[in-house]
């Protein structure tokens, strides 16, 4: 044998996972058993397909280079002509048209059928296995419209087009086009979450409704949408607006992007720091009520976010399953090894619990936006409830996943770091932890129905895990101590927000789940780390689940 000869031998591969792809996304007992039972059964082909979609190969790739391709601003074309236009890779217009076209955007709200927003939200949790940066856009659009509905005489403009499954990219007369995307511009720069601190002004015009906003605005993603949802002070107070990028005489409204912000992660989306100045906005709802009429989308956008750490979840727990699955060390496969079984069994535990209190709150959405008062209050408290502890957990959760891959875990090519990444942003997007802890603290004081309702979901796996029921009481205890229950609010609305998960695996998954549930996260027999549920656990059975 040659020198060459031997020297090749050494580039032999072995002992490496192959490619996930293709893979079915779709295929999660707990989300397609929540699907049926929320509502939106009539969905499970499509979601199927969509699932199916999301895990080939051309799907990954798009999200993958949406992220490597990072959105550019052009703030002048050749001639020096103000353009502010962002250009974005074609896989980002690849992940878009999918996006909207399979719902996920504002059409949910033109479907009459029962479960409808379910469906969507489902969606997400499936389609979320490609990259989360374009789920922005589609999330504000879908929020934008109940808000929108406060002004009539737009919504019967705009509402037409914010629910069309046409993604119709560019920028032009908005009544031209096929299909429109909302975003928002509501944060400042000396404000953050306090947007009542917001100083862009609001001057009304000679025609009624209309208005001209000057200021600046600090986040503002996905500058290339079609109209904005603004909030700026009127001459009555902070009101909400709406701002679209092209007038209806065909000219560029003055939106003049300043800067794409360099963030930790979210690559594939542009957020920018757009500048007003005699932008002509129309009012959306009654001067001074700018908070109440936009608080209906932050309800949406909460949601999503949500889902869609879900979503980063069980994607990330695929990802360290199938290399566990392949990988040998110390003379076994990894899945094979105790402790990496307790380690998966935990975060399956986690990312089930996280998709079932996600679609549970996509069945309260949609049956309130048919009606149901119980379920409106309902969705008030659990909504923010959700949205502080499943977010919070998804940081945790991908640096747990991420290590199952050890090295090759830590490298782009594993689609990993884009993961770790992306999870922080969604416990900050539409308020971070104390935001949502002190809103939960705020519902119950002002609204007395949704305890009421909060109670009313324990109450119904009441006796089934005494560990369950002793969570409820503490729940009791705390709320009815007061003093100083401001700085008491996070551990107030995690212990919350582990007794409704709890209640909704005693009620609705295998024992196996529920149990172990139950034992670590309400029962004490946790550590402080993923791998430490109790020996009891049947890690088998949880894995034989998630794993399917």
């Known amino acids: 044998m040659t020198v060459a000869a031997r020297s090749g031998a050494t580039h032999e591969v072995t002992n490496q996972a192959p490619p996930l792809t293709p893979y079915d996304a779709a295929e999660d007992a707990a989300l397609l058993e929540g699907l049926g039972r929320e509502g939106a059964g009539w969905a499970e082909d499509d979601i199927r397909r969509l699932g199916r979609q999301a895990g080939s190969e051309e799907a990954q790739t798009w999200a993958d280079q949406a992220n490597r391709y990072a959105p550019e601003l052009r703030t002048h074309d050749r001639y020096g002509n103000r353009v502010d236009e962002v250009d974005f890779h074609p896989s980002w217009h690849s992940l878009m048209r999918v996006a909207v076209a399979e719902g996920g955007a504002g059409s949910a709200w033109a479907d009459a059928r029962p479960g409808a927003h379910v469906a969507r939200v489902a969606g997400s949790l499936v389609w979320g296995h490609t990259e989360a940066g374009h789920g922005c856009p589609v999330s504000m659009t879908y929020a934008v419209v109940p808000a929108l509905r406060q002004q009539p005489d737009l919504a019967a403009v705009y509402e037409p087009l914010l629910t069309s499954r046409v993604y119709d990219p560019g920028l032009r007369v908005p009544t031209t086009k096929r299909g429109l995307l909302a975003g928002m511009g509501m944060t400042e720069k000396q404000g953050g979450s306090d ?207 991420l290590e199952c891959l050890g090295g090759n875990g830590y490298v782009e090519d594993s689609g990993m770091p884009r993961l770790y990444r992306e999870a922080p942003l969604l416990s900050i997007w539409e308020g971070s932890g104390n935001v949502n802890a002190l809103d939960v603290l705020r519902a119950l004081g002002r609204n007395p129905e949704t305890a009421q309702a909060l109670l009313g979901e324990l109450e119904l796996s009441k006796g089934a895990d005494a560990r369950l029921d002793a969570a409820v009481t503490r729940i009791g205890a705390e709320l009815s101590d007061v003093d100083g229950i401001q700085g008491r609010a996070r551990r107030v609305v995690e212990l919350m927000a582990l007794a409704l998960q709890g209640s909704l695996l005693v009620r609705h998954a295998p024992a196996a789940v529920a149990d172990a549930f139950c034992a670590s996260r309400l029962g004490g027999d946790w550590g402080n780390a993923f791998g430490t549920l109790p020996g009891g656990a049947d890690t088998g059975a949880i894995l034989a689940r998630a794993l399917a």
């Not at 109440?292 to 889902?307: G, H, P, Q, S």
């Open 195 to 401: 947007v009542r601190a917001n100083t862009t002004a609001a001057t009304p015009t000679a025609e009624p409704g209309v208005y001209t906003l000057r200021g600046h605005k600090w986040f503002t993603s996905a500058p290339m949408c079609d109209v904005f949802l603004v909030l700026a002070q009127a001459p009555g107070g902070l009101s909400c607006f709406l701002v679209p990028r092209v007038l209806p005489d065909g000219t560029r409204n003055t939106f003049r992007i300043q800067r794409l912000k360099d963030k930790l992660g979210n690559r594939s989306n542009a957020s920018s720091e757009p500048e007003f100045d005699d932008t002509v906005a129309w009012l959306v709802g009654p001067e001074g009520r700018g908070v109440k009429t936009i608080i209906e989308m932050v309800n949406c956008t909460r949601l999503d976010c949500v889902a869609g750490t879900a979503a980063i979840m069980r994607k990330a727990l695929v990802e360290a399953g199938h290399h566990a699955r392949h990988r040998t060390a110390f003379d076994a496969k990894l899945i094979d090894q105790p402790l990496m079984r307790n380690v998966l069994a935990d975060l399956a535990l986690e990312s089930e619990a996280a998709t079932t209190l996600a679609l549970r709150l996509a069945g309260a959405a949609d049956r309130a936006i048919r009606g149901d008062e119980g379920e409106r209050a309902f969705r008030r408290i659990a909504t923010a409830i959700g949205k502080y502890w499943v977010t919070k957990r998804g940081p945790a959760f991908t640096a747990e996943a």
